[in-house]
Nanobody
Framework: QVQLVESGGGLVQAGGSLRLSCAVS????????IGWYRQAPGKQRELVAV???????TYTDPLKGRFFISEDNAENTVNLQMNSLKPEDTAVYYC???????????????WGQGTQVTVSS
């Protein structure tokens, strides 16, 4: 099974940047993508961005141009660069190993523990 560990969260002022990392280890059989999600207090968990094993990326429309997902093969991480952060970006950010095809990402049961991002105004 696959193991996922997020890091890089913290407190940042509005307009600032953070880079989250999702360390991936174990067997990735049956998955072909890593998705970053976030969950704000009182809200449902939402998909933020996806990195597929062939290099394809997708983003939730409102975040396009501010968030960027990439892979670091040397570190076995999938990273989420977040720029021009806003207070509404405050959430716990999770990564998931899943399957992406035909424009749809299907999450698996493999989740990291999450990392808190807090953006102050």
């Amino acid at each position: 099974q696959v193991q996922l560990v997020e890091s890089g969260g913290g407190l940042v002022q509005a307009g600032g940047s953070l880079r989250l990392s999702c360390a991936v280890s174990g067997s990735t059989r049956g998955v072909n993508a890593i998705g970053w999600y976030r969950q704000a207090p009182g809200k449902q968990r939402e998909l933020v961005a996806v990195f597929r094993s062939d290099g394809a990326t997708t983003y939730t429309d409102p975040l396009k141009g501010r968030f960027f997902i990439s892979e670091d093969n040397a570190e076995n991480t999938v990273n989420l660069q977040m720029n021009s952060l806003k207070p509404e970006d405050t959430a716990v950010y999770y990564c998931n190993a899943g399957y992406h095809t035909n424009g749809t990402y299907t999450p698996s049961a493999y989740w990291g523990q999450g990392t808190q991002v807090t953006v102050s105004s």
